[in-house]
């Protein structure tokens, strides 16, 4: 029994560990944006030091259209996670009812195609198409995608 509680104990350690270094970054991430611009920074510990400032915040959201932009981001967002729930959804209920030939060999290729992720499957779409012009590669890069964020294959 001891050894089963030890045996919990140093996962949750190393679960908290894991955790806290996927925090590190974006800690820095915030201190390094409320320091003022031009501030010398010659050691670790003079990202965390005052002065501290919201000026970059300011900045950004008076000079550009910020929010527009985070508008336009969350519109996106839902009705890619609409349109991805309502395909998928009925992608799973057909491959989960009707009955056929190699449906677990098709819902591994669904599987494996969810394990790769988008960036690197558009990095292989451009360099198979080095003589596409940029109208062409945005298409096929499209086109190539659409299955993906639709849910329905790779």
Do not use: H, Q
Request: charged share 15%; proline share 5%; hydrophobic share 55%.
């Amino acid at each position: 029994m001891n050894a089963a509680r030890l045996l919990r104990a140093v996962r949750l350690i190393l679960a908290f560990a894991v955790a806290v270094s996927f925090l590190i970054p974006v800690v820095w991430m915030l201190f390094v944006s409320v320091k003022t611009e031009g501030t010398p920074i010659k050691t670790l510990i003079d990202w965390f030091r005052p002065p501290y400032t919201f000026v970059n915040y300011v900045s950004v959201l008076s000079k550009t259209p910020m929010l527009r932009w985070m508008g336009n981001s969350l519109f996106i967002a839902l009705v890619k996670t609409v349109l991805t729930v309502l395909f998928t959804s009925l992608a799973a209920f057909a491959i989960s009812k009707i009955r056929f030939a190699y449906k677990n060999a098709i819902l591994l290729f669904f599987i494996a195609g969810l394990m790769i992720p988008g960036k690197r499957r558009s990095f292989l779409c451009m360099r198979w198409s080095r003589r596409w012009t940029y109208w062409t590669a945005t298409w096929a890069s499209f086109c190539l995608g659409l299955p993906r964020r639709s849910g329905l294959l790779f």
